[in-house]
Structures are given as structure tokens and as C-alpha cells.
């Protein structure tokens, strides 16, 4: 969730770190939702909601912590398997993600072997005024991969030319992202 605060334009700018972790913390005391974390094998070692002592210093930002529907995490804390069959839930049995599937707000989506690819690429023009949309429909469902690796190669040449000012502004706008600053100009 972190990732896609700074990664996704769509989402406010925050200027505070912290903010995502005490709304965490806040969102897991009330019920809003539940807070998990994954062994390995794919079974749940930490399970959070309803805790009125759970805080921000509790708030682990890795790619084995999750926030769930507050159902979802109230099942897995009483050891229930959540969303049985009927909308009944079953006890007694360990709540394990499923081998091939990948969990996507508290349910398990199954996709068989022979449905999957290795990677998948794109090269192509996207028009300045669809980037948003862009990231929306084809990245963001890619956000928070370690592996996406994404280049862009940009050009602006007006015919009244730019101002030493905007070219200035674009370097300090890459610094702060973290990127490169190195931005050609000719003339």
C-alpha cells in the first residue's frame, strides 16, 4: 500500500511517511480491517484486527504484511477458514494460500500452470495526456512487483522553445523522485 501511495499519481502526495502507518494502526483498532503476516509456506504467523493496543510502531511495511477485508482477518484470528462453502465458514482446518493462487482481498484467485508466463513486455507511444490512464489499466496491477522495471524516454520541443526555468524545475522534479537528473538540451 505504501508503494502505491509513491508510485501511482493518482493517490495524494504525502508528505508524511508516517500518516499510512497511524491510519494503519487506527484502520486495525477499529475493525476497519485486518493486518496479517506470512510465513514462507504461505500460512498466517500474525493476525491483527480488533486490537485496541495495536499502534504504529506494530505497522511493518514488506511484501509479507497485508491488510484484509475485517471479516477475513476475524476468521483467520479465530482459526475459522473464511468464506466457506454458502457463505458459511469452516473451523478446525489451517488457512494456507493455495499453491498456484495468489490472494487478492481475502478470497484466492487459482491460476492453473498452464496459464501462466514468465514475463510480459510492452513497447509502444502512449500520448501525454493518457500517461494516467495508462498507469491505472496496464500498471498499477504491477505496482508493487520487485521485478517491473519500467524506462521512459521523453522529448518536448516547442516551437517558442522552453525556459531555462522549466528546464531547471524538470531537474529538481527528478531529484526529488529519487531519479536521474541528467535532462539534454540543445540551443
Not at 55 to 65: M, W
Not at 110 to 133: C, E, L, N, T, Y
Amino acid at each position: 500500500m505504501r508503494d502505491a501511495f509513491y508510485a501511482s499519481p493518482q493517490f495524494p502526495r504525502l508528505t508524511d511517511g508516517q500518516v499510512l502507518r497511524k491510519t494503519i494502526a487506527e484502520g486495525v483498532r477499529r475493525g476497519k480491517f485486518g493486518y496479517a503476516s506470512k510465513n514462507p509456506d504461505g500460512s498466517y504467523q500474525t493476525v491483527a484486527v480488533d486490537e485496541t493496543t495495536f499502534g504504529e510502531g506494530d505497522v511493518e511495511f514488506s511484501e509479507q504484511v497485508m491488510l484484509l477485508p475485517s471479516e477475513t482477518g476475524r476468521a483467520l484470528k479465530e482459526g475459522r477458514r473464511p468464506g466457506g462453502v454458502g457463505g458459511e465458514e469452516e473451523t478446525g482446518e489451517e488457512v494456507v494460500e493455495e499453491e498456484e493462487g495468489k490472494e487478492r482481498g481475502g478470497g484466492v484467485i487459482v491460476v492453473p500452470p498452464g496459464d501462466r508466463v514468465s514475463s510480459i513486455s510492452w513497447r509502444g507511444k502512449v500520448p501525454a495526456r493518457q500517461w494516467m490512464q495508462f498507469y491505472t489499466k496496464v500498471l498499477s496491477r504491477f505496482a508493487t512487483q520487485e521485478k517491473l522495471r519500467l524506462e521512459v524516454d521523453f522529448e518536448v520541443s516547442p516551437p517558442e522553445g522552453i525556459s531555462k526555468d522549466k528546464v531547471d524545475e524538470t531537474k529538481a522534479s527528478l531529484q526529488e523522485l529519487g531519479l536521474n537528473d541528467n535532462v539534454s538540451t540543445e540551443g
